[in-house]
C-alpha cells in the first residue's frame, strides 16, 4: 500500500462545458414543463410502470414508451435524501439545500431534485412535497424550481 507521501496532489480547476441533446422525448417533457406547468411520465403498454423523467425505450425489455403520456404529480412523497451544507461552484442554491429521491404520485420512478422551505433537520423518507415552479421558465429542469412541503 502506497504511502500519503507517496501521492502527488495538482491543485486546480476541470471546466468541461457541453450540450446535451434532450430529444423528441426529453424535448416533450421540458417543453410541457415550460409551457403547461405540468410533469409527464411514459406508461409501459405491458407492464403499466410509470416512468419520470419519460425515457423512450425500457431499459429491461426495450419496449417502445412513447405511445402512452400521462400526468402526474404535483405532488410526491421523498424517497431519499441528502442536505447539503457545503458550497461547492456548480450547486444550483445557496446552501444549505436538500436533495431528495421524489417518487410524484402516479409514478413508479424517482426524479432527483431541490427541497426547500422548511427547516431541513425536518426532511425525512416519506415526507409529502409539491413542485413550485420557476416565474421565467426555459425548457429545463430548473423549469421546477424546487419542492416544498406539502
Known amino acids: 500500500m502506497a504511502a500519503e507521501s507517496d501521492a502527488f496532489v495538482v491543485e486546480g480547476t476541470f471546466a468541461l462545458p457541453y450540450n446535451y441533446f434532450a430529444g423528441r422525448v426529453g424535448s416533450t417533457w421540458l417543453v ?18 410509470v416512468f419520470v423523467p419519460p425515457r423512450q425505450v ?4 426495450f419496449t417502445d414508451l ?3 403520456w400521462v400526468e402526474v404529480g404535483p405532488e410526491g412523497r421523498v424517497t431519499g435524501f441528502t442536505v447539503i451544507r457545503y458550497r461547492e461552484p456548480y450547486q444550483p442554491l445557496p446552501v444549505p439545500f436538500g436533495l ?10 424517482s426524479i ?15 415526507r409529502r412535497v409539491r413542485a413550485v415552479f420557476a416565474r421565467e421558465r426555459k425548457a429545463t429542469i430548473l423549469d ?7
Open 112 to 126: 432527483v431534485h431541490v427541497v426547500r422551505g422548511e427547516d431541513l433537520g425536518q426532511l425525512s423518507v416519506g
Open 66 to 68: 412513447t405511445g402512452d
Open 144 to 150: 421546477i424550481a424546487h419542492f416544498a412541503p406539502v
Open 58 to 61: 425500457d431499459e429491461k425489455d
Open 100 to 109: 431528495a429521491l421524489i417518487q410524484l404520485d402516479g409514478a413508479d420512478t
Open 32 to 49: 410541457a414543463l415550460r409551457d403547461e406547468q405540468k410533469i409527464y411520465g411514459v406508461r409501459h403498454p405491458q407492464t403499466g410502470k
